[in-house]
């Protein structure tokens, strides 16, 4: 397999990219980590495939945080040229935004700690959620929410609360609208800074030892999934069919 290179975008210093180095790197990837508040992003000429982290701002906070602009268009570029992208919480965020979906302070509350999500049928198809249980557990951290996805986009995930979980736009832009990358460190710190986001997680969730034992678990499920993504990438996977046509640009 040729080692495919990725663009990984961090958008805010409290989101790293963490376990996903790990995952991406063992898989056979070579990263290229940007951070568009710090410096203008790189063309996709050179990428085969682009990861979008998380962060603390809006996906429209264009006002306080001009740079989301570009990110969003090179997200739409990537779906629209079909470079694969898996755009994680914020990213995912950012993702539905640039290619006509909408996003919105979420309705039922914020969503914080470990919860579980289940598959759609349409999963059953798709060549990165095939293998996922019916009901993975993920780690919620989040106030905003994917109100509307993108016209023709595959939704592959739910949740009682927060429908639009996971979803497909294009061949192989996937976004999560949960964290798969954290590290228990990370998610203590957010604890930390965001105290009435995290008073929504049931009580003990995100005590250090709760949240050690949670990412062993949520480890099993992402990581290969991570592997899968850098497999698409690289050619090894064929993409999803295509039920999109003449995605907007942002």
Known sequence: MTSPRL??????KLDP?????????????VLDVAEPAEAELPGLENYQGVVCLGGEMGALDDAVHPWLASV???LSKAVANRVPVLGICLGAQLLAVATGGQVRVGRQGPEAGVMLVAKRDSAAADPLFADLPLTPDVLQFHNDEISSLPPAAELLASSPRYQNQAFRVGQSGYGVQFHI????AVVLEWAQRAPELAASARSGQLEPDSLTEAHLTLAEVWQPFTERFVQLSAGVFAPARDKSRNLPLA
């Open 181 to 184: 990358e954290t590290t228990p």
């Open 72 to 74: 969003r268009q090179l």
């Open 7 to 12: 663009l990984v975008i961090q958008p805010s």
């Open 17 to 29: 990219p963490a376990r996903l180095i790990d995952w991406l790197t063992t898989a056979g990837a």
